[in-house]
């Protein structure tokens, strides 16, 4: 199983966008899909995850409110729509697979390829 992580761009500060985390292989109802992201000299941290089978998911404090994350079982493709964007927004956008919905970076495998995101001010 692969996942790509698709969608990222330059946007002005105030703009949004929608990642798309596609999946090579089945997702299977247990499965977690995650989102992390990478600022240059900084940590990979914790955006959002979401529980395939339902509509279960969690966000990182930073989020507040301006983030959702979705999933289109169809396209086994999950989102991140990200809103109200600001220049530390800024970063290398990754999603991962994981067997519980956790925040914790070593729980998710399968890492693709991120998409970059940069935010003009």
């Known amino acids: 199983v692969q996942l790509q992580a698709s969608g990222g761009g330059l946007v002005q500060a105030g703009g949004s966008l929608r990642l798309s985390c596609s999946s090579s292989?089945?997702?299977?109802?247990?499965?977690?899909i995650g989102w992390f992201r990478q600022a240059p000299g900084k940590e990979r941290e914790f955006v959002a995850a979401t529980r395939w089978s339902r509509a279960s998911t969690i966000y990182a404090d930073f989020v507040k409110d301006r983030f959702t994350i979705s999933r289109d079982n169809a396209k086994n493709t999950v989102y991140l729509q990200m809103n109200s964007l600001n220049a530390e927004d800024t970063a290398v956008y990754y999603c991962?697979?994981?067997?519980?919905?956790?925040?914790?970076?070593?729980?998710?495998?399968?890492w693709g390829q991120g998409t970059q995101v940069t935010v003009s001010s």
């Open positions: 292989g089945r997702i299977f109802s247990s499965h977690i």
């Open positions: 991962a697979k994981a067997n519980s919905l956790t925040r914790l970076e070593r729980e998710y495998y399968y």
